[in-house]
Nanobody, 115 residues
Framework: VQLVESGGGLVQPGGSLRLSCAAS????????MRWYRQAAGKEREWVAD????????NYADSVNGRFTISRDNAKNTVYLQMDSLKPEDTSVYYC?????????WGQGTQVTVSS
């Protein structure tokens, strides 16, 4: 199983970014997918998740209404659209899934929100 994130970068407060996570080695369309983030010196925290079909999504209170998780099962990719970004959103963002009770993580992509 391999998860590869991309799309991070430096953005000004109020700006937008779209993260992507490309999955391989799994039948992607059958797995729940999640995004987490970890700021420097803090614990990793859950951000959002999406069901295998994309029909159900859930968000942390801190991002609800600003972030949107989606997936394209034909491309084996999950996305995180991040709008109205705030400095406190600065973190390394990771995608995650569980396959046969084993946790899999990507390498992470850095998002920095600063003027």
């Amino acid at each position: 199983v391999q998860l590869v994130e991309s799309g991070g970068g430096l953005v000004q407060p109020g700006g937008s970014l779209r993260l992507s996570c490309a999955a391989s080695g799994i039948t992607f369309s059958t797995y729940f997918m999640r995004w987490y983030r970890q700021a420097a010196g803090k614990e990793r925290e859950w951000v959002a998740d999406i069901s295998s079909t994309g029909g159900r999504t859930n968000y942390a209170d801190s991002v609800n209404g600003r972030f949107t998780i989606s997936r394209d099962n034909a491309k084996n990719t999950v996305y995180l659209q991040m709008d109205s970004l705030k400095p406190e959103d600065t973190s390394v963002y990771y995608c995650h899934t569980i396959v046969s009770y084993v946790n899999y993580w990507g390498q992470g992509t850095q998002v920095t929100v600063s003027s």
